[in-house]
């Protein structure tokens, strides 16, 4: 049956990234795209779209049979309307998976249906209980150029049972994610929507070169710690156009979790995001951490929207974490119904075991935020860092904020210009020189950082 073919990176995309130009390269290009050579429907493999059918082993055998295809340019996996029932099920290599306009690939409810995976390995056990955790409904493991996209079509992760599970202590292991890339390079996925997830939608961990655009994603108001896009351990990302409304943090950047993350040693870097609408009740639109004992720097957002939310911009770590956060910068933020504008919080998260380092201390340094509007605003900020390592450069301009209440701050020295609220003393106490250190040009256009691949 021929099928329509769907599009994929153009080889200059994939040269562009070899040669290594900044990502945020990545994020201006206008991508033009190839189809893939060979294309099948999921209807070959015997599925049946009528929401009822349990089809994880048509995509699965659909998976296998493309993967023959790996060297000869690769081939795409086709789902036309309907509502496409599956378990997990692990992609390949050089694949496109298309999603026509109408079909929704619906998650089984029966946790059966989820294969059990070991933990990673920068967190060490499941984040949500010890021991193991269920798999994602979408997975690659050590993959090379993957593209998930379509006509909008929709993945429905069908979260309401998995929210129950866990606010009621019933859950066996850590709830599954939507999509998950462990290890993999040249991922794009584009024009897609994401609707209930049982945890995080996009999932990128110790992934290179992954761009996020052009993707709506949304739960229900009640979905308790269900996030957006969670770039991992990962590096040369780029997450643009988009639309985030989630239970909690829209974007989060992570980088592993106390010991496990610091022996892991990968850092989150060279990262741009742009252009969101982000909404989150319980959340933050925007987070650093608070799982950051990798590190996370140099990262560039800009453009965004963030409304109706607990939280606009959040850093968060806590002692024993170890790791950093460092040279970010952060423009054109435009806040609407936020509790808090901005909290940077060193006391913020748990630990995995009693075997964390109470000694190894993180580090909150040269942060830029610029140019942020904000109308029904609580708090202005909350700035609270650690006493043996307090938070330093943390530097505001042009931050003008309709706020009940003003700044709070310890253990936090930076710089402020053009700010009102007035923030606190320490906010005011290092020269302006400061904001200009690190991986990101304080003035001007800010997607002209470079970054060494």
């Given at each position: 049956m021929k099928m329509p073919v769907a599009l994929v990176w153009l080889l200059a995309f994939t040269n562009l990234l070899i040669r290594g130009e900044s990502n945020n390269a990545l994020c201006k290009e206008n991508f033009k795209l190839d189809p893939r050579p060979h294309s099948v429907s999921i209807l070959e493999f015997?599925?049946?779209?009528?929401g009822k059918t349990l089809n994880t082993l048509a995509f699965q055998n659909a998976i296998f049979y493309l993967k023959s295809f790996a060297d000869k340019g690769g081939a795409q996996l086709y789902v036309p309307p309907g509502k496409w029932l599956t378990g997990?099920?692990?992609?390949?290599?050089?694949?496109?998976?298309?999603?026509?306009?109408?079909?929704?690939?619906?998650?089984?409810?029966?946790?059966?249906?989820?294969?059990?995976?070991?933990?990673?390995?920068s967190y060490g056990r499941g984040v949500e209980l010890p021991g193991k955790r269920y798999r994602s409904l979408i997975n690659g493991d050590n993959l090379l150029d993957v593209v998930i996209t379509g006509d909008n079509g929709t993945f429905d992760g069908q979260g309401a049972a998995w929210w129950e599970w866990l606010e009621t202590g019933t859950l066996n292991y850590s709830r599954p994610h939507i999509i998950e890339f462990v290890s993999s390079k040249h991922i794009l996925i584009s024009n897609v929507t994401f609707l209930n997830a049982p945890?995080?939608?996009?999932?990128?961990?110790?992934?290179s070169q992954v761009h996020i655009r052009k993707v709506l994603i949304e739960t229900s108001i009640d979905?308790?710690?269900?996030?957006?896009?969670?770039?991992?351990?990962?590096?040369?990302?780029?997450?643009?156009d988009s639309t985030i409304n989630v239970g909690h943090d829209a974007v989060s950047l992570k980088s592993g979790w106390d010991q496990y993350g610091i022996n892991y040693g990968r850092p989150t870097t060279a990262i741009h995001i742009r252009n969101l609408s982000l909404k989150s009740p319980t959340g933050a639109g925007i987070s650093f951490g608070s799982e950051m004992s990798g590190g996370i720097s140099?990262?560039?957002?800009?453009?965004?929207?963030?409304?109706?939310?607990?939280?606009?911009?959040?850093?968060?770590?806590?002692?024993?974490?170890?790791g950093y956060i460092q040279n970010i910068t952060i423009s054109d933020v435009v806040l609407a119904g936020v509790d808090t504008a901005i909290v940077a919080d060193g006391h913020t998260g748990s630990h995995p075991d009693d075997k964390y380092d109470r000694d190894a201390l993180p580090i909150v340094s040269n942060i830029v935020?610029?140019?942020?509007?904000?109308e029904d605003i609580g708090l202005a900020g909350n700035f609270s860092g650690i006493g043996e390592s307090p938070?330093?450069?943390?530097?505001?301009?042009?931050?003008?904020?309709?706020?009940?209440?003003?700044?709070?701050?310890?253990?936090?020295?930076?710089?402020?210009?053009?700010?009102?609220?007035?923030?606190?003393?320490?906010?005011?106490?290092?020269?302006?020189?400061?904001?200009?250190?690190?991986?990101?040009?304080?003035?001007?256009?800010?997607?002209?950082?470079?970054?060494s691949w």
């Open positions: 015997g599925a049946a779209g009528d997990s099920f692990n992609l390949t290599s050089h694949l496109t998976l298309f999603l026509e306009k109408g079909a929704t690939i619906l998650a089984s409810p029966d946790p059966s249906h989820w294969e059990i995976v070991s933990p990673l390995p945890s995080i939608n996009i999932h990128p961990v110790y992934c979905s308790p710690y269900v996030l957006g896009v969670v770039p991992d351990s990962s590096n040369n990302v780029c997450i643009e140099d990262v560039t957002v800009e453009l965004l929207s963030i409304h109706s939310s607990h939280v606009g911009v959040a850093f968060r770590t806590t002692r024993g974490r170890g935020m610029r140019n942020f509007t904000g938070f330093t450069s943390i530097c505001l301009t042009d931050i003008h904020l309709q706020s009940s209440e003003s700044w709070v701050c310890s253990n936090v020295s930076g710089y402020s210009d053009d700010v009102s609220p007035e923030p606190c003393s320490e906010l005011m106490s290092s020269p302006s020189s400061s904001c200009f250190d690190g991986g990101s040009i304080y003035s001007g256009d800010t997607a002209t950082q470079l970054y």
